[in-house]
Nanobody, 120 residues
Framework: QVQLVESGGGLVQAGGSLRLSCAAS????????MGWYRQVPGKQRELVATITSGGSTNYADSVKGRFTISRDNAKNTVYLQMNSLKPEDTAVYYCNAEGVTRIYRSFRGWGQGTQVTVSS
C-alpha cells in the first residue's frame, strides 16, 4: 500500500507564491512519474505538471513560466513551486504518483488534496 501526503496549501494574494510538497510512503519499490493535478467544484480534475524519475517535466500551458515541479527521488517527494499566482489558480491540488510496489505490482495513488486559494 502506498500513501501520499500533501502539504503547503493556503491563502495567498495574487502575485504571491506557495510551495506544495507531497511525500510518498509505504511499500514502494520505485516511482516512475509524479505529478500535480487540480480541481475546482463542478469541473474535471486537470493536469498541472508532471515529472519523471529522470527529471523530464510537462506543464499545462496555463502554468508554464510560473510553476516549477521538482522531485527528490531519495525522499520519494515531489514539489510544486507556484509563483505569480492568479485567482484562477484557486483549486484543490492533488498529488499523484505511479510506480511499482515491493511485490512488483504497479500502483497509481492520489493524495488527499490541499486547498490553494488566491485572492485578488
Amino acid at each position: 500500500q502506498v500513501q501520499l501526503v500533501e502539504s503547503g496549501g493556503g491563502l495567498v494574494q495574487a502575485g504571491g507564491s506557495l510551495r506544495l510538497s507531497c511525500a510518498a510512503s509505504g511499500s514502494i519499490f520505485s516511482i516512475d512519474a509524479m505529478g500535480w493535478y487540480r480541481q475546482v467544484p463542478g469541473k474535471q480534475r486537470e493536469l498541472v505538471a508532471t515529472i519523471t524519475s529522470g527529471g523530464s517535466t510537462n506543464y499545462a500551458d496555463s502554468v508554464k513560466g510560473r510553476f516549477t515541479i521538482s522531485r527528490d527521488n531519495a525522499k520519494n517527494t515531489v514539489y510544486l513551486q507556484m509563483n505569480s499566482l492568479k485567482p484562477e489558480d484557486t483549486a484543490v491540488y492533488y498529488c499523484n504518483a505511479e510506480g511499482v510496489t515491493r511485490i512488483y505490482r504497479s500502483f497509481r495513488g492520489w493524495g488527499q488534496g490541499t486547498q490553494v486559494t488566491v485572492s485578488s
